[in-house]
């Protein structure tokens, strides 16, 4: 989007910079960002300024510690005036201008030959919104992002991955509005949906025609597919090439038979993920305003299936949460308690952040590992035989699946 008023008409183009010169005036925070930009973009980026910030230093090719020379501009394809002095910026802009090469004056975009629009890139697309307001487009630009993101914008892709990849999503409690925002970006752009009964319906009827729906109907003493047919049916599909979303309620891991789901897609040779949801276990005790712990009253709660007898306790899985600083005692404490020393532990340090580290080892065992390693707070520790019912890497994100936005 582009143009008003106030402001002449320009094309809007997207460069390919890969490999090419981009040379940046300035070593501000305004300047870091532009060199960050260039550089995710795969520019060589030189940067000319008397002061550079570290980030800035770690980002360029070439830096220069000095003031703006005429010919700093040779070689470059592009060219950014980002410092905090509109003559220098001018300076710049005239050079650029005098030899033919495009020019972005970050202080006063109207000066300069080129402009940078507010940038979203998501899923394989780009979209780019500019005009005279900086602030207008931005706003704009992240309207859009929410737009996208809960699925009130189409943007399912036409064009085939080069092979099929099946996503199981938890669909949260029920309520549409609670799927992640991944899990409904996923939905949007599925080919096949599997669902079933306690999954979020609702979400099926924005879905193109041409989209497959494949009911499970799964309820009690009755399921229009079996376990192995649900297997089968998301292997067939991928394998034909299709993206497919498993959908269901809740978290597929917390009673859903995700973890069968995804051996059978690994066994098969098939691209999975597993995209968590919100548990009824947490959700519907929310909605009716009960708290599972309150300081003073409870600190622990116990979750359990009602399809079996409460035998066998000490198999059950544990996840414990803020007990890092005290891993040591608490292990002692469950090894005391009738905990087998050898049991299944794993501490999860930044579940689902960039740096996320999983930590394995028997229980007796894991709070050394867990030192040797590095890992502090925040994480959550699992103890129990499901620690090791997968495995470690069958969760890898398929490259085709969409991501998140950069």
Do not use: Y
């Not at 501000?28 to 030189?46: C, F, I, Y």
């Not at 992640?180 to 996923?186: A, E, F, I, W």
């Not at 924005?206 to 192995?228: F, M, S, Y």
């Not at 925040?378 to 997968?390: M, Q, S, T």
């Amino acid at each position: 989007m582009n143009g008003s008023q106030n402001e002449p008409v320009t094309l809007p183009l997207l460069l390919d910079l890969a490999g090419r010169r981009a040379l940046v005036v300035g070593g501000g925070a305004v300047a870091t960002r532009r060199a960050s930009a260039l550089a995710e973009a795969g520019a060589l980026v030189d940067v000319v300024a008397p002061r550079l910030s570290d980030e800035i230093r770690r980002i360029a090719i070439t830096v220069h510690e000095r003031g703006f020379v005429a010919d700093d501009v040779t070689g470059a394809w592009l060219v950014m005036a980002c410092t905090d002095d509109a003559a220098v910026n001018t300076s710049v802009a005239s050079v650029a201008d005098e030899r033919r090469i495009w020019c972005v004056r970050a202080d006063d975009a109207a000066r300069g030959t080129a402009r940078t629009p507010a940038v979203l890139r998501r899923d394989g697309l780009t979209v780019a919104v500019a005009g005279a307001d900086p602030r207008r487009s931005v706003t704009l630009r992240d309207a859009i992002s929410v737009a996208l993101d809960v699925g009130d914008l189409p943007s399912r892709p036409n064009r085939r991955p080069p092979h099929g990849s099946v996503a199981l999503v938890g669909g949260g409690p029920g309520d549409p509005e609670l799927i992640t925002v991944r899990g409904r970006r996923l939905v949007a752009a599925a080919d096949v949906v599997v669902v079933d009964r306690l999954a979020p319906r609702d979400l099926l009827g924005e879905l193109p025609d041409d989209v497959e729906i494949i009911d499970c109907g799964k309820a009690a003493h009755r399921h229009n597919l079996t376990q192995d047919e649900i297997n089968a049916v998301l292997i067939d599909r991928a394998r034909a090439g299709k993206r497919v979303v498993r959908l269901k309620g809740g978290d597929p891991f917390v009673f859903g038979r995700g973890g069968e789901e995804l051996l059978a897609c690994v066994a098969a040779g098939v691209a999975v993920t597993v995209v968590p949801g919100i548990s009824s276990v947490l959700a519907a005790p929310v909605a009716a305003g009960i708290p599972l712990t309150h300081r003073g009253v409870a600190s622990r709660f116990t979750v359990a299936s009602g399809h079996q007898d409460p035998d066998g306790a000490g198999d059950d899985t544990l996840v414990l949460l803020m007990a890092m600083e005290r891993l040591d005692r608490v292990a002692a404490g469950l090894i005391e308690g009738g905990r087998d020393p050898g049991t299944p532990a794993a501490a999860i340090h930044r579940a689902t952040l960039e740096g996320q580290q999983v930590v394995r080892a028997p229980l007796r065992e894991l709070a050394g590992a867990v030192r040797r390693a590095g890992l502090g707070a925040p994480a959550v520790v699992v103890v129990g035989a499901v620690v090791d019912a997968l495995p470690g890497s069958a969760n890898a994100t398929s490259a085709d699946l969409p991501q998140q936005s950069e």
